[in-house]
């Protein structure tokens, strides 16, 4: 894994001018700026907040633009501030950094809440009688959350960029605060993934396709596995969708436990759909092809039903919690619209994640090696491929992985073991047996899943490890 050789381990801000006298001037004149902005910023947010009439869309998206203007001018006054009137004009590494993804961050935020304003303004002028329904509460304040979550998550990737950068000599920064343009001409190593970004998020992939190597070259064993793997996607689709319909049709299903079942084989068809066609169409192929965009979908939907998976499970261990170690508070405590929140948060965590890990798939750079060493895209054997760009891949997969990973388990575990002492403390033998019988299937498909991601995730990309990950995927429960 590569490394970051940074020696510079703090900047000069040079600010605007060197003339004391101007210095003093432009402080009065900054800091004067800098309170009109947050005494008319927090007022307006206050008015907003305090005055029923206020409580409408147009003025909902002004407190959030109001907000996020007050943040953006407290991320980077106070320091310009601080440099009118110290000797030591100076900022640390880490405080650049953070610096350079609150001004990204906060200006792609900006840009959306305008949007958003402006098509609250087209609702209002445009629609009028339908304004009140159109802009209900729940939809603005999904307009207002995608800002907020793309903002966050750009801001994020842009400064992982930034870091993969190395500064050895200079560092002066002509400019007042942390930006991309004067650090990148201050930079010794390679800046052009990081340039790049920031124009259109574009790389320098010469590749438009990839292929896929699968499992073996051997024709008589290609036919063997397309016929294994057709009977196990058949049987794992028939089998998820007819457990999906026999829950919403039967009444006595109707439980906390067959629904968030019910969400673990609908993503169980998804997670297998994603991958098992177009690895049985590569045996019957000569070419054995994907194309780059449908590589990244594919990466996309496998990160982010992966995601939705481990922590639905961790749901249904929680579920399990609450049935045998409550089961008097179980139907109040695990009501419909807990259930719903429950079911709702691996979903859009799973999808954001991915979101980010494809992304940050999409920075590396493949210039000549198109032979990807597994029967789907993945981000071991496409790290080993890449020929730049990979030190953030190699981080964010190692741990954020290694996190969501540790997280969820730790859900499971904690859950089974308050279960075990709900158990133990039973006096019946029959109702014993039966709520071991209630997790037993569930336990089995944790370890299972779990082991499988820990040992085909949670390492470095190696040929060793890619060859061996290749192995154990072919057993990932679908």
């Known amino acids: 894994m590569r490394r970051n050789f940074t020696s510079v381990t703090e900047f000069i801000l ?155 000599g200079p560092n002066e920064i002509n400019h007042f605060y942390c930006a991309d343009p004067p650090l990148i001409k201050l930079a010794c190593s390679d800046t052009s993934n990081k340039e790049l970004s920031m124009f259109k998020m574009l790389n320098f992939t010469d590749v438009t396709e990839l292929i896929l190597l699968g499992l073996t070259s051997r024709q008589e064993w290609q036919v063997l596995f397309f016929i294994i793997f057709l009977m196990v996607y058949v049987v794992t689709v028939v089998g998820n969708i007819g457990m999906i319909m026999l829950i919403k049709v039967s009444p006595q299903l109707n439980s906390p436990m067959y629904f968030f079942l019910s969400h673990l084989s609908f993503v169980d068809v998804w997670f297998s759909s994603n991958v098992t066609p177009k690895m049985l169409e590569n045996p019957l192929s000569e070419t054995k092809t994907i194309s780059y965009a449908g590589c990244l979908v594919q990466c996309f939907f496998f990160i982010a039903l992966v995601h939705v998976e481990i922590f639905i499970l961790a749901v249904m261990a929680f579920d399990r919690y609450m049935a045998i170690g409550k089961p008097l508070l179980y139907s109040s405590k695990m009501s419909r619209v807990v259930c719903m929140r429950l079911i709702s948060f691996p979903y859009v965590y799973g999808f954001l994640t991915s979101l980010a890990a494809t992304l940050w798939t999409y920075g590396m750079s493949f210039c000549g090696n198109i032979e990807i060493n597994h029967f789907y895209c993945a981000d071991p054997p ?65 370890i299972i899943f779990y082991g499988t991601l820990i040992f085909m995730y949670l390492r470095s990309p190696t040929e060793e490890s890619v060859e061996q990950g290749k192995m154990v995927a072919v057993f990932t429960p679908q």
């Not at 190692?398 to 540790?406: C, M, W």
């Open 14 to 168: 040079l600010g605007l001018t060197s003339c004391l006298e101007l210095q003093i001037v432009l402080f009065l004149l900054f800091l004067a700026i800098y309170m009109v902005m947050v005494t008319g910023n927090v007022g307006m947010i206050v008015l907003i907040h305090v005055n029923a009439r206020l409580h409408k869309p147009m003025y909902f998206f002004l407190s959030h633009l109001s907000f996020v203007d007050l943040c953006f001018s407290s991320n980077v006054t106070p320091k310009t501030l601080e440099i009118f009137l110290s000797e030591k004009e100076t900022i640390s590494y880490p405080a650049c950094l953070v610096q350079c993804y609150f001004f990204i961050a906060l200006v792609h935020i900006e840009m959306y809440i305008l949007a958003a304003m402006a098509f609250d303004r087209y609702m209002a002028i445009c629609n009028p009688l339908l304004y009140g329904s159109k802009m209900s509460k729940s939809v603005c304040t999904t307009l207002i959350m995608e800002p907020y979550v793309y903002g966050a998550l750009t801001g994020l990737m842009e400064t992982m960029w930034t870091y993969n950068l190395a500064f050895c």
């Open 382 to 446: 496409l790290i080993k491929m890449a020929c730049a760009g990979t030190l953030v891949k190699e981080y964010t997969m190692t741990i954020l992985g290694g996190i969501n990973v540790t997280y969820s388990l730790t859900v499971v575990i904690i859950s089974y073991l308050f279960i075990l002492i709900a158990i133990l403390r039973m006096h019946s033998a029959e109702g014993r047996r039966k709520a071991f019988s209630t997790c037993g299937s569930h336990l089995t498909a944790v």
